[in-house]
């Protein structure tokens, strides 16, 4: 490896440092300001948050964001006609999962374990144990259809080890092989909540759990 590759590889190191502090910091600035974040919550620095009204925000533990989603709980377009705008609680319960680019709009809950889509917009509340998605969202089908559904693809379809094949431990000849996988169909990268549950994944959550052997009462 050259002398610039080894720099550049210590600066990303110490970027990506840089990036978890200010994560933390910045779910720290939202408590401050009365926003309700629960543990284990996958919040990305790249969800937008209404900032100015984000203590109407709850989110429970074990909840996920996707990339470029946005959470707002006020809504002004109406200001100039009206010399009013509305506000209005969001409310993301336990377990529940949104997509990529998704949008919440005020005055909606969610869940508990509901998975919303990518690209959804949500106005209406979503019930639990539902898989929601579109522009509005709505339900598609109940949460034990869906993972009915994907438990017998997986009994047929490719499976590759989380711990042999994220992306901190791809080599090109697996990268190869889930190349081919994938040709004909969907594959699975299975273990990968387990590895987090041991403290091995590579996710940032807010309070991360404890490494698996050291909880006690821990149901997978």
């Known amino acids: 490896m050259s002398l610039l590759g080894a720099v550049i590889d210590v600066a990303a190191a110490l970027r990506c440092q840089i990036d978890v502090l200010r994560q933390k910091r910045r779910w720290a600035k939202l408590r401050s300001m009365g926003m309700r974040i629960g543990e284990a919550v996958n919040l990305p620095a790249s969800t937008a948050i209404d900032t100015s009204h984000c203590f109407l925000i709850s989110i429970g533990d074990w909840c996920g964001f996707g990339e470029d989603c946005l959470i707002l709980a006020h809504d002004a377009q109406m200001d100039e006609f009206l010399d009013a705008g509305r506000i209005g609680r969001v409310i993301i319960h336990p377990h529940s999962h949104v ?75 697996r990268r190869v092989e889930l190349i081919a996988a994938v040709a004909d169909g969907d594959a699975y990268m299975v273990g990968g909540h387990s590895a987090f549950l041991r403290g091995e994944g590579a996710t940032q959550t807010t309070s991360p759990p404890a490494p698996r052997h050291a909880q006690s009462g821990m149901q997978s």
């Open 99 to 173: 997509g990529a680019r998704s949008v919440i709009l005020p005055g909606v809950e969610i869940g508990p374990r509901t998975i919303v889509g990518a690209n959804s917009v949500v106005s209406k509340s979503l019930p639990p144990d539902t898989v929601c998605a579109g522009a509005p969202a709505r339900v598609l089908c109940s949460l034990d259809a869906y993972l009915d559904k994907h438990r017998a693809r997986l009994a047929t379809r490719p499976r590759f080890q989380y711990m042999h094949y994220d992306i901190r431990f791809l080599t090109l000849e």
